[in-house]
């Protein structure tokens, strides 16, 4: 039958199909045009050290040179390859590493100018959740004690959290606003199962009633039933506490549902920054285009033409002149390898979609050019096969 026949399809400029509802049919709040938290031109380089004295040899560029804007009750979400430098960035935005160069500021406050007790204060609003649920946790403290430490941390005599009891109390109610019972807070980590440990995690995070959180991965080592309601969760949170989120992961179809905005991360750079609807319709950047064709489509009737990427990335110790993603980029070779790609380093830029995009011919990312490069792979990929 004609309804039954497999249907071919590609994904850049011309749409995808997501699993997962989009983006608009998920419980998030307006956005405000407040800017919460400004970054701007951040830079973190890890040396490497080598020889007998230990002197430094090379240089691993894993965050350079990245700006954006993230806007008050915002859920941003930041893709890419593992290595591309994502938990990087959040980490250095927090002060957990310590950048380079480049300035973060935090509702007009300068975080990088802070020292002492004004650096103490101003952790109260800035935290993180992490990826993994167990390794996140000490195993040798109660739940009491791992949710506490923060709040006995930043004790003082206007909240009182270095007594016990009102420390207990706020532990508690925590707690419950992540869907834990109150009398959890005796056990240990090893009593819980994955899930209920990563609700843990983001009771620490809340305690001290951030307003800016990283959430680096939070649902990637749970299963997959027990992502929803994680996600669910930080939603709900999000609408409750006022929260604003920087939404690290992997899976594009969880980030398609979650967040208002994405940017797409490669090698060290930010190469492509659009509201979600707009990148997962159209994108404009060939690493963004090649991304989203990789998603599959819960219906056996279509039938996806992915964009392969050749090689491997490239190591961010030595990354390539130009555009960083021209030794793999498909778009360059359709245009007949220019030269600007190898030799010119793309600034992001903002096009008349509204997308910001680092790269020298985004304007010529449409579906008939990745659609023709896909057919041409899978055409060569045949060839070889029936060799």
């Known amino acids: 039958m004609e309804g039954t026949q497999a249907k071919s399809t590609i994904t850049p400029a011309g749409g995808i199909a997501a699993p997962i509802a989009d983006a608009s049919s998920a419980s998030v709040p307006a956005v405000s045009e407040d800017v919460l938290l400004d970054i701007r031109n951040i830079k973190k380089y890890f040396p490497i050290m080598g020889g007998i004295l230990r002197r430094q040899i090379g240089t691993v560029y894993a965050v350079d040179d990245v700006s954006l804007q993230i806007f008050r009750g915002e859920t941003f979400g930041l893709v890419g390859e593992s290595g591309c430098g994502k938990t990087t960035l959040g980490r250095t935005v927090l002060r957990l590493e310590k950048a380079t160069a480049g300035e973060v500021y935090l509702d007009g406050t300068d975080v990088f100018a802070l020292e002492g007790d004004a650096l103490k204060r101003m952790r109260r609003r800035m935290q993180i959740i992490f990826q993994d649920p167990y390794g996140s946790l000490n195993p040798r403290m109660p739940i009491?004690?791992?949710?506490?430490?923060?709040?006995?941390?930043?004790?003082?005599?206007?909240?009182?959290?270095?007594?016990?009891?009102?420390?207990?109390?706020?532990?508690?109610?925590?707690?419950e606003a992540v869907g834990l019972r109150r009398d959890y807070t005796r056990r240990y980590p090893h009593e819980f199962s994955g899930g209920q440990r990563q609700r843990i995690g983001?009771?620490?995070?809340?305690?001290?009633?951030?307003?800016?959180?990283?959430?680096?991965?939070?649902?990637?080592?749970l299963d997959v039933s027990i992502q929803s309601q994680i996600l669910n969760l930080l939603s709900d949170l999000r609408t409750q506490f006022n929260l604003t989120y920087l939404f690290v992961a992997h899976n594009l179809s969880v980030v398609q549902y979650f967040s208002h905005r994405v940017g797409v991360m490669y090698l060290g750079k930010l190469v492509e920054v659009a509201p979600v609807d707009t990148i997962y319709s159209g994108a404009r950047h060939p690493y963004t285009v090649a991304l989203l064709s990789a998603v599959p489509v819960a219906d056996p009737r279509i039938r996806k033409k992915r964009l392969i990427l050749k090689g491997d990335v490239p190591s961010p110790a030595n990354p390539p002149s130009g555009c960083r993603f021209h030794t793999r980029c498909w778009l360059r070779e359709w245009l007949g390898n220019p030269v600007e790609c190898s030799?010119?380093?793309?600034?992001?830029?903002?096009?008349?979609?509204?997308?910001?995009?680092?790269?020298?011919?985004?304007?010529?990312?449409?579906?008939?050019?990745?659609?023709?490069?896909?057919a041409t792979q899978s055409a060569i990929d045949t060839a070889t096969a029936s060799e």
């Open 343 to 374: 030799t010119v380093d793309p600034p992001l830029r903002t096009l008349e979609t509204g997308h910001q995009v680092a790269c020298h011919f985004a304007e010529q990312v449409t579906g008939e050019a990745a659609s023709e490069t896909a």
């Open 202 to 221: 983001i009771a620490r995070a809340l305690a001290l009633d951030p307003e800016f959180i990283v959430c680096d991965e939070p649902v990637s080592a």
């Open 144 to 175: 009491s004690d791992i949710i506490g430490e923060g709040l006995l941390a930043q004790a003082d005599k206007v909240n009182q959290w270095g007594k016990r009891a009102i420390r207990d109390k706020r532990v508690e109610d925590y707690l």
